[in-house]
């Protein structure tokens, strides 16, 4: 007899996922399935797609298997209060009821939303690079800089439910325009797409964060001090956070934070560098230990770690 | 028969205080006694000035009344898992286990220490300008910047209580060396001197925030500039906060809080025209209701409000 499962969905600017997620943070194999979102999606068609992938997913449901409840990440921003969503690229839906649709669609099962990125750190904490760890910010970079805060081992309190928004926290001595509407935020710097940006008006000719990442290999020097720019902007910004909410662990995952080896240590020196507070300095700056299943894992603790939320 | 007591104790960086509180957050006539700190002051002679203060505001115990605890608040770092404190202006105390001394000078009464930014935001959220949010930053802005979190209503938690440090949370465009070791912390722009220093950079003759409060007063081009420059950079590094912790409210205060009545409004501008996000623009900026006795009402209230730490 298998326990009880979860109903996982994240819905992304992009795309977005189901799955089933077990008791133990795993994906039901053949329970997973994707559809595509993005701006030139209708809401009909979004709703149409969701419910077409979370039928398929209930399909996977192994034989005698029960479902504990729906949980659903969901790129920002959202409204708890209200329990809906207004993913910023996908234009379409403004202010959704999407917890609503959701629970159409599973009648009599419980429903949890949360921001995509506090998903990220529950999974993180659950099953990945946070576990153990009290004060917990998850961060993704990658087309964007986004994240999850945990402290003392439960998300962080929040009306609306938008904290975490470590991207558009400001970094001195930076005041290139951010998509936020502000001046100097760690994403206009340190995003995949703004670091390229930067390396290109440096001289830089290649197109992606890919090439970037080949580029610092070789040792290209624009390459260098694009990598170099964005790690120092992401310790710094750490140390504000820290700062404002004693941090013990930060773990960093998204593509772009692959794009070397060298970024995370360029980040514990420049959160080094930052301040001769102890209670900074000791932040442990770590590799998220995910995959890419981390955004429906974290879907999945929403009802599997009631606990933590 | 009175109710039970709070014997509070403020230790900063230039003055200790101590005081009775009762349970509805008031002082006990003729129990706040004042000792000094500071950098030249050995640790003998602090310990010394602490027991001075307590045993005079134990004197004024009216009649029949019981102490239910004692709390402290201090300027930090503090380390809570030790009990220890090591005010970064008084050289004296280094890891020095303030929480064990007041322990031995009330024997058998139980003895909360905290960081001072925390217990006034503790105040202000109990009886002041914080009441009723859930999310909320209580802030001065004096000598130094300083601050203290509460997240639903409750102290953030933190390993080491050291949350709550808004002043070093940097601000976009500035570079600004801190005394933290940073560079570009909000502390570095807007708290009273360096405001002055700024001013003093530009042309202004003064030497005080009063004087730079009496100079933009009378329109000085200079004064104004300094007071926008502080007030801009208080509303951008809320932004940040906010984009983290989804804030409910910010409560300002401290001496240079009052520089201008217009220093919040500009504050609030800033915030508005930072962020497109409805979560961050929400954010409420209001002064400060408590007078003085802030920091020794939030020392009694780790005792008086235990379920709010």
New interface residues.
Partial sequence: MPGPLALALDFGGTKLETALIDSDGALVPGSRHRRPTGPAATSDELAARVAEAIRASLDAMPVGAALAGAGIGAAG?VDLAEGTVSPLNVPAWRGYPLAGLVSSLVPGVPVTLRIDGLCIALAEHWIGAGQGA??FLGMIVSTGVGGG?L??GRA????????????????????EPCA??????LEAIASGPNSVAWARRHGFTGATGEDLAAAYAAGDAVARAAVERAGTALG??I???A????L?RVAIGGGFSRVSPDLLEIARRALA????????R?VEIVASALSDEGPLIGAGALVHRPDRI
């Fill in positions: 921003p009290g004060n805060l402290l003392g962080a309190p929040g009306t609306t439910g938008n904290g975490g928004h470590i991207g558009h926290v400001e970094v001195g001595g930076h005041d936020c509407g502000g001046r100097g935020c710094r910004t140390g504000s956070a700062n404002l909410v004693d013990d560098d930052r301040s001769d507070f102890g209670f900074v000791r």
